[in-house]
């Protein structure tokens, strides 16, 4: 993969380690305007007592520009409560102009060098993958189990749909 020569600002990796020390649930990250430095977005650190973090970083996604994300999911299967695991939400929208959609990709490794500890990444495009099940999916194929909770929350794999909704 193309490498971006992108850099990763101090602010982003300090709040990283906020989320993987457990001291807030989630952040999210841009670029700035000259694009070359993954930076902090302003505002954007979610408290850990949020009672939905996951809603709280997407609906902060805007419909056309591109982010980053860093969630600290919770989550439960079947024989295992309690789980939790770092995600890089990577939201590179249908709208986003196609220099910004190839930066977003293109820094992904660099993220992964400084965001050490992410368990998976996550990508995101367009409104309808911006749910839950996008997540559970990923979470699920690092387990290969039957995902019941999400952020505290019990969760069920619809039938009809096969997709993962809040129980």
């Known amino acids: 993969m193309v490498q971006s020569g992108i850099k990763v600002s101090d602010d982003a990796i300090a709040a990283y380690t906020s989320v993987s020390l457990k001291n807030t649930k ?3 990250f ?10 902090l977005e302003e505002g954007s650190e979610i408290c850990k007592t949020s009672p939905d973090p996951f809603k709280e970083l997407i609906d902060g996604f805007p ?15 079947e024989d295992r409560p309690g789980l ?5 939400l990577m ?19 660099a993220l992964k060098a400084k965001f050490n500890t992410v368990a998976t990444i996550v990508d995101m495009h367009s409104q309808e993958d911006k749910c839950i099940n996008t997540v559970i999916q990923k979470l699920y194929k690092l ?18 749909s096969n997709e993962y909704i809040y129980a």
């Not at 841009?30 to 930076?39: A, R």
């Not at 929208?93 to 910004?100: E, L, R, S």
């Not at 189990?145 to 039938?159: A, H, M, S």
């Open 30 to 39: 841009n670029l700035n305007p000259k694009h070359d430095l993954v930076i």
């Open 143 to 160: 387990d290969k189990k039957v995902i019941t909770g999400f952020q505290g929350k019990p969760v069920v794999l619809d039938e009809d």
């Open 84 to 88: 939790q695991k770092l995600c890089l």
């Open 63 to 77: 419909d056309d520009a591109c982010r980053y994300a860093i969630l600290d999911v919770s989550f439960s299967t």
């Open 26 to 28: 989630g952040c999210r």
């Open 91 to 109: 939201w590179s929208p249908d709208a986003a102009k196609i220099k910004d959609k190839m930066l977003t990709t293109s820094t992904k490794d």
